[in-house]
């Protein structure tokens, strides 16, 4: 099986590859702006450079494409946020190049990364499936490209049933090597990392909508490993237990919780946002507040998935690689000080939400 894997030098992709290496069938080919050094599991593919933003990324795609079994389509940007025009070329604009790379290519199937971003505002105090409404949360960009995304893959199936297509959403992506990452794309340069090697938050911000799910990247690749084995169509949740909200956070981090409301989260999200303090907009918390809570049945029932790690580890894991400035060899999940979102970064006038880390 010849496999193709859009954006896997990132947080998912970086799972992938580790997990595909145990399948001696499995023929694994990198698709990156900036293929990663070749050390480690990064050594387990074929490296091709494309920019799926790039105007005539679908032809090269298609050459890449050619004679694979599956196209496994994880090419994300989050930052920079200062520069939606990016955002949106490589989120929206490189979906479609990807898929029409894939239609080209005559692949016989296209596994799309979506995420609980594309779901409509629902329930925290339930879980949905995969039938609930798709039109994202209005206020998030990263929400409405997902969005849009899963609405240009609805006109693909519909034109090409013989292309099988699956969409993977899951909750929040954890695991150690992330750790820089996430701190670089979601908190910036001011939060002191070191100190979360303690695995202690005073204060942790509570609001009745803030409750998250969580799945470890190992969890999320075995899960792409089953779609890819498999013959299934369609969408799949991936989420752990617990559901995340500030009374777990306070428990696993001796913290105290500091019940806010919706309004001071905007507010403050927005002001550090607009001051380049920190790395992500006022929309993000929009979506963590409105974004419903997942049911995964279809998954275990239909793949026999169930997650390994449970959320709370996953998100220790998590908060360890933070504090330890864990990372790996690729640009996305790069330990280089000097990046926007890290302290040192500030040093060179790189600021939060700036510049291309991809």
């Given at each position: 099986m010849r496999v193709v894997i859009v954006g896997a030098s990132g947080n998912a992709g970086t799972a992938l590859l580790r997990r595909l290496r145990s399948e001696a069938d499995v023929e694994i080919v990198g698709v990156a702006r900036r293929p990663p050094e070749w050390v480690g599991v990064y050594r387990n593919a074929e490296w091709h450079?494309?920019?799926?933003?790039?105007?005539g990324a679908a032809d090269r795609l298609a050459g890449v494409f050619r004679g694979a079994d599956a196209v496994v389509n994880l090419a994300w940007q989050i930052q920079p946020s200062h520069d939606?025009?990016?955002?949106?070329?490589t989120n929206v604009l490189g979906g479609r190049e990807v898929a029409r790379a894939a239609v080209t290519a005559r692949v016989g199937a296209l596994v799309q990364a979506s995420s609980v971003g594309v779901y409509s505002p629902g329930p925290k105090d339930r879980f949905v499936a995969e039938c609930h409404p798709r039109l994202g949360v209005r206020e998030s960009s990263y929400s409405r490209h997902k969005a849009l995304v899963e609405r240009m893959l609805d006109e693909v199936e519909a034109d090409r049933p013989e292309l099988r297509v699956v969409r993977v959403r899951p909750g929040l992506i954890f695991q150690r090597a992330a750790g820089t990452e996430i701190g670089r794309y979601f908190a910036g340069p001011l939060l002191p990392a070191r100190l979360l090697r303690f695995q202690r938050i005073p204060v942790v911000p509570a609001h009745r909508r803030l409750r998250l799910q969580a799945v470890h990247a190992d969890d999320v690749a075995e899960a792409y490993t089953k779609i890819l084995r498999s013959e299934v169509r369609g969408p799949f949740n991936l989420a752990a237990g617990p559901v995340l909200d500030a009374r777990v956070a306070a428990?696993?981090?001796?913290?105290?919780?500091?019940?806010?409301?919706?309004?001071?989260?905007l507010g403050g999200a927005a002001l550090s946002w607009w001051l380049r303090l920190q790395p992500v907009d006022a929309g993000w918390v929009h979506l963590a507040l409105a974004a419903p809570l997942m049911s995964c049945d279809r998954a275990e029932r239909e793949l026999g998935?169930?997650?390994?790690?449970?959320?709370?580890?996953?998100?220790?894991?998590?908060?360890?690689?933070?504090?330890?400035r864990a990372h790996a060899p690729s640009p996305p999940l790069s330990g280089d000080p000097d990046l926007p979102g890290r302290f040192?970064?500030?040093?060179?006038?790189?600021?939060?939400?700036?510049?291309?880390p991809y």
């Open positions: 450079a494309v920019d799926v933003a790039a105007e939606p025009r990016r955002l949106y070329r428990s696993v981090f001796h913290g105290v919780p500091l019940t806010l409301p919706s309004a001071a989260l998935w169930t997650p390994r790690t449970d959320a709370v580890s996953a998100l220790r894991e998590l908060v360890a690689g933070m504090a330890d040192a970064g500030l040093a060179h006038g790189r600021l939060p939400g700036t510049g291309d």
